[in-house]
């Protein structure tokens, strides 16, 4: 049964009237504009709503924190700087330090991150929680919400599961009555298609959730997940205030989902509340070292960010509460210029549509002491790249957009992190590649060094050597800070630690993860290079279904993807040599990364390995420990399965079984739109008699989509005589045949 509704409510629905223009003279040097159409005034936030935060303690926070940032990064800078200018400047040095400012940059950037994590941990009664304004609250909401979860070619029974768990978990509240359900589809492989509808039919009819719980599966999957929310929205969105919007591997927590909505109908400015997802259910090493990480180290950066976005943060694209009328009103995406990979449609639609929130007047707030929210992740470092390669082309389209007029600066700063989250990978790599030739430069010139007097020797009376220590030691500060912050908090918290296993457990696990990061960020380097520049070359990304589940990578696999970094690695490794002993130990933690690149991805994409590392609870993440209520529920959650209605019996699956077998055929027809394309007779002639295997994809297509020639295939499978119809369908019949043995002992 599909949940049908023309429009948005007060006129928000097929006409959105966000239309903007992108300036296609982004790439030419001029600023990227997004510039207004003449349109009816749009909706805002309410101006008697006060802020949660005053404009002046925001302002403040944001000095204080990327003054530090500037201020740290330019004494690095400088310092660096003096250093060359004591050895006698090199042409090349003058690249290197504005790669050097590019990258201490990032790095000092998250560092801070940190830190003000840290800082906000301490001072915890001048934090600013989002969550307070619903403290102590309860009765019934002020109204509706939707729970959205979109799909694309999975396993329908672990999705409906995640759904079941949900489900449960809110009635548990007693709030369960302004909930409403989606599962919208837009799976492109047939037999999954017929899954998902028997599925879902098992799933309503054993929750007693039909009304409740909607399935919608799009005919045409037009701009991919951003589509097929927008369609949610233009369709079915006028009845609901917000829309909690879910990834098909996505978890919660009723109570949280809950106190999301109250906090939406306390906060008539909130626009979206995104909650921070922790990664669970990791059975490989990779997936168990993420987790792990995210666990520990997750909190500080999370509570930093919070510290200086505020009330203009970002949206993560899942796990998040939209209040639907803004939503529609302002955040349709404009088609960027250009053809893809940097033009097109927009990938990474989340990061944008948050900004067009926060430029429109609406909040964009991070709960982040909301603990039930839960993902899943790739299983292996390979599956993680490939999915990398789909955000990155997605986030370096951004660089139209982030000096897009009328955006604030959180807005931009959100979107100059995305795309160098995967443009500083080829940054460091031209960063040693400089590096390399210098050296290199210096080895075969037979030149020795100038000695200049800087003012590091000047007034602090250090020398050239001493300097270089003091300026790796403050990166290598930089890098680790954090996770020693992190430790050494969890590790003096004695319920904390405890999550984790225990002192030795956690030590354990810090120091692999540190080690094997370290191991994995050059294979990493080397892949997110490789995307930027196959982009760069015109090449786009087909936008294909997440690996959820494997038992480990091949070797030749391993190879065939790692491949370059490995040739790259031993290559390096016989110039570094050759160049001296010393610039061979200072490269030895990259070119170790890059030559291992295949055993390490392989080693760490066993599920035995990360199965014996859970036995001493080493990597063990607190939900590994004592699961949550939500995902016990999940792991429970069976009412989309019923054998005797299924479309998984033998010799009858799919769609086979969509055409013989009554129920999973009346559950396929009955969700179909009325007739409107020509009836197919032809190609039901030769599906009955050549088999269901002799139409391509587009036929079966058009026969699945009209009731009428469904209902008459199963009549003919039925009625024809077994001689005038291929032997698959024969063989389909006759499978619902009982042997007289299996009535044997039954009750009469």
Sequence with gaps: MEHKNTSLDHGHGEHATFA????????????????????????????CAPALVSRFRVTLRRLFFFGSVICVNLIAVLWMADLFYRQGFHNSHFLILAIFALLN??????????????????????????????????????????????????????VCARVEAIYRSIEAT?????????????????????????????????LNAFGRIFYRRRRINENRKAGNIGDFVKTWGGRYEGMLVLDADSLMEGRDIVTMARLMDASPRLGILQTPPKLIRGASVFTRLQQFAMRVYGPLFIRGLNFWQLGQGSYWGHNALIRVKPFSEFCELPALPGKEPFGGKILSHDFVEAALMVKAGWEVWLA????????????????????????????????????????PFPCRAHLFMGIMAYLGSPVWFLFLLISTWVAWDFRTSNLSQLPYDGYVAKY????????????????LTLLFMPKVLAYVGTALHPRRRKSFGNFFALTIGVLMEALLSALLAPSIMVSHTLMVLGMVLGRSVNWGNQTRETDGTPWWEAIRYHGPAMALGVAWSALAYFIGWSFFLWM??????????????????????????????????????????????ADG?????????????????????AVVDPYVNGVHVSLLEAEADP???????????????????????????SPQAMLQMHRSVWSRPFEQMHLQWSRAVESYRTRLEDFTGADV
């Design 368 to 407: 982040w002491d909301l603990e039930g929210t839960y993902e899943e992740a790739p299983p292996t470092l390979i599956d993680h790249l490939k999915r990398d390669r789909r955000w990155c082309q997605g986030n370096l389209q951004h660089l139209w957009l982030v000096f897009a007029r009328g955006f």
């Design 105 to 158: 940059g990032l790095l000092v950037l998250g560092s801070f991150h940190a830190l003000a994590g840290v800082w906000d941990w301490m001072f915890s009664w001048r934090t600013v929680r989002i969550t307070r304004l619903t403290e102590k609250q309860e009765g019934p909401l002020g109204h509706r919400y939707a729970v959205v979860m979109p799909v694309y070619n999975e396993d329908i029974v672990k």
């Design 588 to 633: 030895t933690p990259i070119l170790a990364g890059l030559i291992l690149s295949a055993v390490v991805s392989v080693l760490t994409s066993r599920t035995r390995y990360g199965g014996a590392l859970l036995r001493h609870k080493i990597l063990a993440t607190p939900e590994e420990i004592h699961p949550p209520n939500v995902m016990c529920l």
């Design 174 to 206: 007693g709030q369960l009555a302004f909930f409403d359900f989606f599962i919208l589809s837009d799976t492109t492989q047939l037999a999954l298609w017929v899954e998902e509808e028997v599925a879902w039919t098992n799933l309503c009819r054993k």
């Design 20 to 47: 903007h223009v992108v300036d296609a003279s982004a790439f030419s040097g001029k600023t990227t504009r997004l510039l207004d159409a003449d349109l009816p005034p749009p909706i805002s936030p309410p101006a």
């Design 460 to 475: 602090l009376g250090l020398s050239g050597s001493e300097q270089a220590w003091y300026l790796a030691g403050m990166v």
């Design 637 to 657: 959650a069976v009412a989309a399965v019923d054998a005797a209605l299924t479309a998984h019996a033998s010799a009858r699956e799919g769609v086979v079984a």
């Design 679 to 705: 009836f197919p007779e032809a190609l039901m002639e030769k599906w009955l008699s050549e088999g269901p295997d002799c139409l391509n994809k587009q036929e079966m297509a058009e026969v699945m989509y």
